[in-house]
């Protein structure tokens, strides 16, 4: 059981250095450091306590967005599915991400207290 | 029976219409008037001051001390030439008596002269009434004409005040319909206070004058004022409601007002009011009346009936249609007389005997007092099992009884006796009838209710037991005392029957007396303030700061592993320009959690973002630009290599 997951797991790493393209490596790298800032938040939360309630929702909320945002991001940007989105150029995709990015943090800004 | 029916309904009719009219709330005592006299009679110090006292003084019925003296100030102080000053010496002359003002020819035609359109209307009123107080003749009608006119131009209170004055010294024989509908027109510019008061808001002087005024012109031309009876009344609340004058035209007004509205031909208002306070009893069996207009002139011709006297709480009719007799100026009726119990009566007195009487029922309230005796006064105590007799001690008031009484918790100590009208022998029932015990030694004071029963006998029961708490359990001698009140009540009683031991379980006395502090200063409260949460040690955040700053570290080792580079960066203004845009955007981020608002952060994101959007969507549209020529160029070459490779094989 354990040797056939960890075949799969192989496997998959594999697949992955070996057919994705750089940028959206990069956009992946990212989306791992947004899951572990945001891993890190929940765990001081759940050990230390809730005190500035609020700086903890927006923080995490910011991770959360950001997160949805960048994968928005890698979909838009991935050669695989321009079909899908024939008027969206890449660039436009990356306009789209930093003004939603920009109101996003303005809210979290707002929130942090 | 008809004549009966319609007998009973004029009755009820009367009663009420009495009930609904007002009665005077406000009128002049005699210390009152005696005041205004008083203020009336200061020594002149010009011809106005002369006038106002002379006049005023004589319109209250009083002679100036010295006639002859105030003679030959009106007589040296007078100004021919001038209207006013010639007005107050023919008026005031006119109240001494033997009193002349010498007026040459020159001055008469002066005065006839004044009359006319052109002068206002105080001018010809001065003038109208100086030439009617000489003796002098003038002609009316040119005087009505002169007024009717000034009238539409001079529209305020005082002016046409005046204007009525002036009609009343004119001939009968003119026309003076056209001012007399000018009462009715004042009347309604009268502001009604609360149902209470009428007034002009021009103030007293100028309701005092007008009520002089209109009842002057009324009585000369024989016919009734349009004010009804309840606007009377309302006029002599505001009149008279001031008990001292600022000034002595003010005075002046009232005093004139007084004498109009006790002597005219048409209303009379009647103030009617007990003579100290409204009470009778066997000592004072006589309920004597003050019947006066407002002047406190008594009035002797009137008759003063009860019409009805009946009691507040039973309401039963005592007396119907007794009269009052008259002695020395006050009306008396010996209600004792119908020997009634004691408490309170409502009487209706009616004043009649003239025609031109006004508010003349009134509704009064009378109490009627006596004085109790206790009688039976029996003092027991009784055993709760009721095996042992009762023994009973009798105690007259005021004596107190010679054996002091013992109570202990398997005792009651019972009071009886009966409260009892020393004149009539009927059982009273007063309103306070109290039982209090006094514990001389540490002072502590308890005090029971004696309630009566069916049979008007008064009972009071101790239960020594029950009632421990009462007296925190201390035992002791307590000396009892029967406290008797009422309203209707001559004599209270405070009566010291008796004196009880009582004896409490000791185990639950209190060491010492507790004196019931109520009024020292309370145990101070203070404030707590909001607790600040707790935070946890400055390590732990720390630590966890530096966590979660940690992944950053792992993108750009990542990023630096895949080969993330900048070697691409063009130098176009529109790339320079973005970036330096958007840092500032992050920077306002940074500048909105530390210092701005909302709406500042909102302002300057605005002027960011649209900079930042310009420039950005330039080098973006660049790069595609760049991209697109790349893809081209390289499917060019691609398929340029294809046609080639084909062309070789």
């Known amino acids: 059981m354990a040797a056939s997951l960890f075949s799969v797991i192989s496997r998959f790493l594999e697949e992955y250095t070996n057919t994705t393209p750089n940028k959206l490596k990069l956009v992946d790298a990212y989306l791992l450091y947004i899951l572990l800032t945001g891993a890190f938040q929940f765990l001081y939360c759940l050990l230390v306590g809730t005190f500035p309630f609020n700086s903890f929702l927006s923080g995490f909320i910011s991770c959360v967005g950001s997160f949805i945002l960048a994968v928005c991001l890698r979909i838009q940007i991935n050669p695989h599915n321009k079909g899908d989105f024939l008027t969206v150029s890449p660039e436009r995709a990356f306009a789209d991400f930093l003004f939603a990015n920009t109101v996003l943090h303005l809210v979290v800004v707002n929130f942090i207290g | ?649």
């Open chain 2, 1 to 649: 029976t008809a004549s009966n029916f319609q007998f009973v309904i004029l009755v009820a009719s009367r009663l009420v219409l009495g009930a609904h009219a007002l009665t005077p709330s406000h009128h002049l005592a005699a210390s009152d008037v005696a005041r205004l006299e008083a203020v009336l009679s200061q020594s002149f110090t010009d011809l106005q001051s002369a006038y106002y006292s002379i006049v005023g003084l004589n319109k209250l019925g009083v002679s100036v001390a010295d006639t002859d003296e105030a003679c030959r100030f009106l007589q040296s102080n007078v100004d021919p030439t001038s209207i006013a000053s010639l007005f107050y010496a023919a008026e005031a002359s006119q109240s001494l008596s033997g009193c002349e003002i010498p007026v040459s020819n020159e001055t008469r035609d002066f005065l006839l002269a004044a009359v006319s359109e052109d002068s206002t209307i105080s001018q010809i009123h001065n003038s109208v009434s100086t030439l009617s107080s000489l003796g002098l003749p003038l002609a009316s009608q040119e005087v009505v004409s002169a007024l009717t006119s000034r009238i539409t131009k001079e529209d305020n209170v005082y002016a046409i005040t005046l204007a009525l004055q002036t009609a009343a010294h004119l001939s009968q024989q003119a026309d003076l319909s056209g001012i007399l509908e000018e009462i009715e027109d004042l009347a309604a510019r009268l502001d009604d206070l609360g149902g209470v008061y009428l007034q002009f808001e021009e103030g007293l002087e100028a309701t005092a004058l007008f009520v002089t005024a209109a009842y002057a012109l009324s009585d000369h031309v024989d016919m009734e004022p349009p004010l009804k009876e309840d606007q009377v009344i309302q006029l002599v609340n505001s009149i008279f409601s001031k008990k001292s004058w600022d000034s002595l035209s003010e005075a002046f007004s009232v005093a004139c007002a007084a004498a109009a509205l006790s002597n005219n031909r048409f209303h009379v208002p009647v103030i009617v009011s007990a003579l100290g306070p409204a009470t009778v009893s066997h000592r004072q069996p006589l309920l004597q009346l003050q019947v006066t207009n407002v002047l406190c002139d008594p009035l002797t011709s009137a008759s003063v009936v009860v019409e009805s006297a009946s009691s507040v709480t039973t309401k039963s009719a005592i007396l119907n249609q007794s009269p009052f007799s008259l002695r020395d100026g006050i009306f008396e009726l010996n209600f004792m007389n119908s020997q009634p119990a004691s408490g309170y009566y409502q009487f209706a007195v009616a004043v009649t005997g003239d025609s031109r009487l006004v508010a003349n029922h009134i509704e009064l309230k009378v109490k009627v007092s006596t004085e109790v005796v206790i009688s039976n006064m029996d003092l027991s105590v009784v055993d709760k099992d009721q095996s042992i007799g009762t023994k009973t001690t009798r105690v007259d008031y005021p004596s107190k009884a010679k054996n002091s009484f013992v109570a202990d918790s398997h005792q009651n100590f019972a009071m009886s006796f009966q409260l009892v009208d020393v004149n009539t022998g009927v059982e009273l029932t007063p309103h306070q009838t109290f039982v209090r015990l006094h514990n001389q030694k540490t002072g502590q004071e308890v005090v029971f209710v004696a309630e009566p029963d069916s049979k008007n006998l008064y009972k009071f029961e101790l239960d020594t037991a029950e009632r421990k708490s009462e007296f925190d359990s201390i035992s002791g001698t307590y000396a009892l005392y029967l406290i008797v009140g009422d309203a209707t009540l001559e004599n209270p009683i405070l009566w010291n029957v008796a004196d009880v031991v009582l004896k409490f379980l000791d185990e639950e006395a209190p060491a010492t007396v507790q004196t019931k502090t109520l009024y020292v200063p309370k145990p101070e409260i203070k404030h707590l303030f909001r607790e600040p949460e707790k935070r946890p040690p400055t390590v732990v955040s720390n630590t966890f700061t530096a966590l979660v700053l940690s992944p950053f570290l792992l993108l750009l080792i990542l990023w630096i592993k895949l080969g993330a580079n900048i070697s691409n960066f063009s130098f176009s203004p529109s790339c320079i320009l973005f970036h330096v845009g958007h840092a500032a955007m992050l920077g306002l981020m940074y500048v909105y959690w530390t210092h701005l608002n909302m709406f500042q952060t909102l302002k300057y994101l605005a002027i960011l973002g649209s900079f930042t959007f310009l420039a950005g969507n330039r080098m973006l549209a660049q790069k595609a630009v760049k991209r697109y020529l790349r893809l081209s160029t390289e499917f060019q070459r691609a398929s340029l290599k294809a046609l080639l490779h084909k062309d070789g094989e």
